[in-house]
Nanobody, 124 residues
Framework: QVQLEESGGGLVQTGGSLRLSCVVS????????MSWFRQSQGKERESIAR????????FYSDSVRGRFTASRDSAKNMVYIEMNNLKPEDTAVYYC?????????????????WGQGTQVTVSS
């Protein structure tokens, strides 16, 4: 069983930055894919970044590539996403999720474990 808990959300002005953190508890192996999703009101949950717990590259959606940086620190059992040049359209609840299968991908249904989410609001 794996537990995830996000923190770091808040209110920021356009062009500002935030760093979200996700504490990973429980048994996790190098096969896990850790992902950040976001969901704004009335929209579907969107995969924005995926990073393997083991080795491998990080994937970003077109909407955040070049502005957001995802990373993980396996020694501290933490996953992060650094968000720069924030825009009002980045306003959403941000979720950390884990897929034990190693496949990952953009579909939320593949992810077994989820955090409770943290709100990010970007004012114009």
């Amino acid at each position: 069983q794996v537990q995830l808990e996000e923190s770091g959300g808040g209110l920021v002005q356009t062009g500002g930055s935030l760093r979200l953190s996700c504490v990973v508890s429980g048994r996790i192996s190098s096969t896990y894919i850790m992902s950040w999703f976001r969901q704004s009101q009335g929209k579907e949950r969107e995969s924005i970044a995926r990073v393997p717990w083991g080795s491998g590259g990080t994937f970003y959606s077109d909407s955040v590539r070049g502005r957001f940086t995802a990373s993980r620190d396996s020694a501290k059992n933490m996953v992060y996403i650094e968000m720069n040049n924030l825009k009002p359209e980045d306003t959403a609840v941000y979720y950390c999720a884990a897929d034990p299968s190693g496949y990952g991908g953009p579909s939320p249904v593949r992810y077994r474990y989820w955090g409770q989410g943290t709100q990010v609001t970007v004012s114009s």
